[in-house]
């Protein structure tokens, strides 16, 4: 399987002996790193998260990240970092959904359609190109939060404050963005430099997020945490620190199982934050069914 | 005896592609006018209001609002959209959306400051919806959105509110209740509707104005059949407000 091949601790003891083996070896500096990562990914999808989820941009985000992997068969090729090709490619493929779409007549959908198609194309080329064989490929696929170095933590920090800063900056024009883009336009704000902004910032999250949980799997941590948050909260900035809180909850949590059932440990961050999601949806809908029956009584 | 002009558009001819949306429109707002722009479906109505926001350039003729090119003047201009779709679950609170009308005085990247809280309470308290500031705006009914867009408007201290079928998305009941919003804020307040709706302009606003492509009638609210018949192309029916005390359309 993709992504216990890299674990550490392959072979562990499961249940809670492997628990404690777990808190164990967090003196060790992956597991360090791996608490780091997900610290940072946590921060990162939770105030973009929000804005893909309120904006509706889910698939503008999907489309990013799949383009991504046409920078990463470029650092293989290049013989650089894949994730600064990551980075270049998901910015590249941010920016060009947002011109096709406001300069050209092509819908989003189709431009989101061609870019995702390219990008992945393109990752393919590159590596059959690249001589020998491309190690770490499965995890920047599907994730392996284990194996992040630290030079990639430092990145993903940097990233991470030029998100938060641009999120602080601009709260107000965001709010405004995302509720009523007409209004905005109307009162003079510069909406379609603003909206090529959150682009950009969604690519900077794919880059975040693409050793946590894979290129692929980046859109369930883009709207998971945000759509549990937004059960509990009308106010975005609430909604942005509940996501946050939730994000780290389901990394941690998916890294913990992965390891108590040797599963990979990105598909089960995904899949335990889709379960907690779920269940709190349900739990939410049967409350409103109740207070509804209460009314009608 | 004329009160100053806020508003001056001459000559105006606007143009979308090949297509003539406005020609040779004239238009003069004065100070504490109620204006109703009325006119059938792609007459020029929303953009001749963008115009005035200075959202659309004119090809020809000239735009003053309150002496001054219309950008420069977007602080002193309140602005009602004709729909507001938005999602039900958005997470904001009727604050947080009145004080977006704060967003031109305070300008890109500085935050709302005390000055724009108190403007936001007040413009709320002229649509009597103070009380209601931190439920969730998705959660009130279609009139009170409406209100809340209103006081969005009023906050940003405009001398001028500019409304774009603004009962278009309510229903009857809400829409009287909104017109009679409009009555008590016509004394403090100059007002420009665009409306579809002949029959409660012509019972609200002070002065009226035709506009198809050209601008058919700009005056008083006395309007005959003909001149609605030239607006709209085809003949058009008043129809009649039979208890209503200030009905006005004259009989023919």
């Not at chain 1, 249940?15 to 060790?28: C, D, I, N």
């Not at chain 1, 985000?61 to 650092?75: C, N």
């Not at chain 1, 440990?265 to 939410?284: H, K, P």
């Not at chain 2, 003949?235 to 208890?243: D, E, S």
Request: charged share 15%; aromatic share 10%; hydrophobic share 50%.
């Amino acid at each position: 399987m993709p992504g216990t091949t890299d674990c550490p601790w392959h072979g562990a003891p499961p249940g809670v002996e492997g628990t404690l083996k777990m808190l164990e070896a967090l003196q060790y500096e992956f597991m360090r790193n791996a608490l780091m990562a997900g610290l940072l990914a946590s921060v990162a999808c939770g105030i973009v998260g929000v804005y893909v989820v309120v904006k509706k941009v889910v698939f503008i985000s999907g489309g990013i990240a799949h383009a991504a992997f046409g920078g990463i068969g470029l650092g293989y090729y290049l013989g650089i970092n894949p994730i600064t090709g990551a980075l270049l490619f998901s910015l590249a493929s941010g920016l060009g959904i947002g011109v096709i779409t406001s300069r050209t007549r092509i819908a989003a959908d189709t431009a989101i359609g061609i870019l995702w198609a390219v990008g992945m194309a393109l990752g393919v080329v590159f590596i059959y190109l690249t001589p020998g064989f491309a190690p770490d490929l499965m995890g920047y696929l599907f994730g392996s939060i284990l194996t992040v170095p630290f030079s990639d933590i430092v990145l993903m920090l940097v990233l991470v404050l030029v998100i938060i800063g641009i999120t602080v900056a601009l709260y107000k024009e965001y709010l405004i963005v995302c509720f009523d883009e007409e209004y905005g336009t109307a009162v003079g704000m510069p909406v379609e430099k603003l909206y090529f902004l959150l682009l950009a910032m969604i690519a900077l999250t794919v880059v975040v997020l693409i050793q946590v949980v894979g290129m692929i799997l980046v859109i369930a941590l883009l709207t998971f945490p945000a759509a549990m948050a937004r059960q509990f909260t009308h106010n975005m900035k609430s909604m942005m620190l509940l996501s946050v809180l939730f994000g780290f909850l389901f990394t941690m949590g998916g890294l913990w199982l992965s390891y108590v059932l040797r599963l990979p440990s990105g598909a089960t961050i995904v899949l335990f934050g889709g379960l907690v999601l779920a269940a709190s949806l349900g739990f939410s809908r049967l409350r409103t069914r109740q207070h509804e029956a209460k009314k009608a009584a | 005896m004329n009160a100053p002009a806020l508003v001056e558009l001459k000559d105006i001819r606007v143009n979308y592609g090949e297509v003539p949306a406005l020609e040779d429109v004239s238009l003069t707002v004065y100070e504490h006018d109620f204006l109703g722009i009325i006119g059938p479906n792609g007459g020029g109505k929303s953009t001749l209001l963008k115009v005035v926001l200075g959202l659309v350039k004119p090809e020809r003729g000239s735009v003053s609002v309150f002496g001054r090119p219309p950008e420069q003047a977007r602080n002193r201009v309140g602005y009602v959209s004709q729909r507001s779709f938005f999602d039900r679950d958005f997470p904001a609170s009727v604050w947080d959306v009145v004080l977006m009308g704060r967003y031109s005085s305070a300008g890109i990247v500085r935050r709302y400051g005390d000055r724009d809280k108190h403007q936001a309470e007040k413009a709320l308290a002229m649509v009597g919806m103070l009380e209601q500031r931190n439920k969730q705006i998705g959660m009130l009914s279609g009139g009170e959105q409406q209100r809340v867009f209103v006081a969005r408007a009023l906050c940003a201290g405009p001398g001028l509110l500019l409304l774009d079928e603004p009962t278009a998305s309510i229903d009857s009941t809400m829409q009287t209740e909104f017109y009679e919003l409009l009555e008590e804020l016509k004394y403090s307040l100059t007002i420009v509707m665009v409306s579809h709706d002949i029959g409660a302009v012509s019972v609200y606003v002070d002065k009226i104005a035709c506009l198809n492509r050209r601008m058919y009638y700009h005056g008083s609210r006395e309007i005959t059949p003909d001149i609605l018949e030239a607006t709209y192309k085809c003949p058009v029916q008043l129809i009649a407000h039979g208890t209503v005390p200030h009905r006005v359309l004259k009989e023919h």
